[in-house]
């Protein structure tokens, strides 16, 4: 991603929809002290804690699950109708950190491999790719994930002696893709894991952004089995500098001694020898937040909501004006329910000397699809991000992308 | 360590020489507001960044190698006469994640191994151990490392067909031991380090801790020939709950593709897969307390600094009274000139079992240096801290120490 961070850069100017960060316009930094207050306030009255207490929990080495894994645990009551034990929380520096210790525990030698649904987030294969741990890329497809890919390629690696021991997918609004899983699929996904024996690992940043106001349970909401491990992020619903994230790891697991625990204590070792605990500071932030909101982070994210769904109308109404069904251009769209992404498909390679091209002689930057994927149609696909943008930069951004088409194709 | 957070939680009401914590009498929770609105108004007076921007830089995903690293660099210069450039910072979660990020890039396959003073820092270790790195004890012994016996590992390693990437110390008022290197010993040290084509990873949480007034420049101080990696910390000299720690790395390093750069942006690249970014409110609340000192961070600590040295000289007096030299009992220590912590030899085996007996009938803490180091002596050595406790916890667990030294020499 490199490159691409370079060219935002060299191109401050360019409107650009590559960037799949939240939107900033309700910021303000007295919400920090705000949260602050708050979190402080809950430990005093909630918890009972005197000043003192109130002052080590925030400022000293704390527990290395966290400190704001019950406020976590009602949150995911709240919203997502999951009932989760306090201690199968591991609050982390953010999601990626969570992707790094479930891959590090489930590697044990060179044979355990982890599947990813592809398309797919370049974060999870970078984790990967510290711990040396192959990604085998499964077939995503218009309902989220093949479900006869995923099987194939569980039993191939099998059969070629390797160990295929989780399978890493967002549920809803993938990033890049913008697609979600139906109800049915998922149920269908979490009878394949039981009978495959393969953990879930369900990662679900743009949950709550639904544009038509549908929202399916998550996996981990319908997990009987205990199949799936579900990676929290707060990056888009709370605040990206507060850098937490955490997973519900609720699997039973035996250690090196034989030893049964919660998976997640397993993974607070890990945690332990790799950033000690996460910012209390940072937590406390978040928990303040979600104070304020009553643990209702989907409500705490309304106004956010409203945003999101008039930028992907906007996106979706200016992409049919310049480029109408029909109209010849060789250019199309899916049309996500919700989420930050959307992706359109061009009758022309697009990659990085491309986005070069435009955004240096037009002015718009996007992510050439090739960065998620090896797929080939992959390499005529673009990523357009619509969360940063405003409106006024989305007509003006499809505007400079029709002229780059226009030059390309004319 | 889990053993030990165990035990400390079994009997809350022992007086505890065991954590390394760092004393909590100065803080109070309006600091960390204070903290960060004085980094708010650094962003808008120093740099000249506007409302959205300073939210920005606050909130939104940001930098990977971190938004403080000009006060870092301030702060090194002020109080560590290092000239460093900003782009060699890499801000951490904690020293922590700055250890797993040079051994990540330094472990290019199965020969390539880290040495480590022995008795030394945990953390080092389980750093390597998530990358299945082998650690190589060097002996420290008197002045802090044995410079035959770090020879001596390098040689024999590379004779076995390993390759010795580097060797961690604390060159300060070590962990556990409270050793720390003479002049002479830090300039034949990167002397030995150049001769060996050898990096030395240096971490300093302690060095500010001197008893005695005596300060000694770092090794990076000393670096000419760019052959150490410098580690900080925060943790015992900003505040822990920030999980700030960084590292400079200014070695010339080429990438796989052979382009030469930075080995900060090796690391930078790895923590973009690690943990993204350190969380931006985090590190204002260092910068801010940075801010707040003029950078001078070794005057920030001025009341911590009597505050430690008077816990060294209770515990030391306290320890004479006890165990009078030439009283038999066949006790002795070593005096540390700063720190954090001590060793007392004792004429028995000092392993869990015993910690538990101390616990249970003597209501005193201290940790068995077994943990530490697999040496045979270490069984017959305890690790006494004494940042945390009060000077009449000192008197009070030194009694209760002495009453199960009685019963054990009886």
């Known amino acids: 991603m490199n490159f691409l961070n370079e060219i935002a850069q060299r191109f401050p100017d360019a409107v650009s929809f590559a960037p799949g960060r939240p939107f900033e316009g309700f910021w303000d930094t007295s919400l920090v002290h705000d949260y602050l207050r708050r979190f402080e306030r809950y430990l005093k009255e909630e918890k009972g804690y005197d000043d003192a207490e109130v002052r080590r929990v ?33 609050v982390t520096v953010g999601c990626q950190e969570a992707m790094f210790l479930v891959l590090r525990a489930l590697r044990a030698d060179d044979r355990d491999v982890v599947l990813a649904v592809s398309p797919g987030y370049v974060g999870l294969a970078g984790a990967a790719r510290l711990l ?44 890049p893709s913008g697609v979600s899983l139906d109800l049915e699929t998922r149920h269908a996904l979490l009878d394949l894991a039981e009978r495959e024996d393969l953990l879930l690992l369900e990662d679900n940043p743009y949950g709550y952004f639904s544009a038509d106001g549908v929202r399916l349970p998550t996996l981990k909401a319908l997990d009987a089995r205990r199949r799936v491990v579900y990676l929290g992020s707060f990056a888009k619903t709370g605040l990206p500098g507060a850098r937490i994230g955490y997973l519900v790891a609720d699997q039973s697991v035996a250690d090196a001694d034989g030893r049964v625990g919660l998976l997640a204590d397993q993974l607070s ?77 061009v ?32 390499a005529r696909q673009i990523r357009l991000s619509f969360s940063l943008v405003t409106e006024e930069q989305i007509d003006l951004g499809l505007e400079r992308f029709a002229a780059l088409v226009a030059r390309r194709i004319g």
């Open 132 to 175: 040396d741990m192959p990604v085998l890329d499964v077939v995503g497809g218009p309902r989220g994930v093949d479900l006869d890919s995923l099987t194939s390629v569980v039993r191939e690696a099998r059969a070629r002696g390797l160990r295929p021991r989780a399978c890493y997918l967002v549920t809803d609004f993938s990033n």
């Open 269 to 345: 070792k890990i945690k332990s020898m790799l950033t000690v605990n996460t910012s209390p500071i940072a937590q406390a932030v978040i928990a303040g937040k979600l104070l304020a909101h009553g643990c209702d982070l989907y409500g705490a994210n309304e106004r956010e909501i409203v945003v999101y769904r008039g930028h992907l109308r906007r996106l979706l109404a200016g992409l049919s004006r310049h480029f109408p069904p029909g109209g010849g251009s060789g250019v199309s769209w899916n049309v996500p329910r919700g989420g930050f992404f959307l992706v359109v498909n």
């Open 347 to 378: 009758p022309f390679p697009a990659d990085d000397k491309l986005l070069e091209i435009s955004a240096r002689d037009h002015g718009v930057l996007w992510t050439p699809m090739c960065h998620f994927s090896s797929d080939p149609a992959a």
């Open 58 to 90: 925030l400022f000293q080495y704390g527990r290395t699950k966290g400190i704001v894994h019950e406020l976590i645990v009602r949150h995911l009551e709240v919203d997502e109708g999951i009932s989760a034990d306090p201690e199968s929380v591991v």
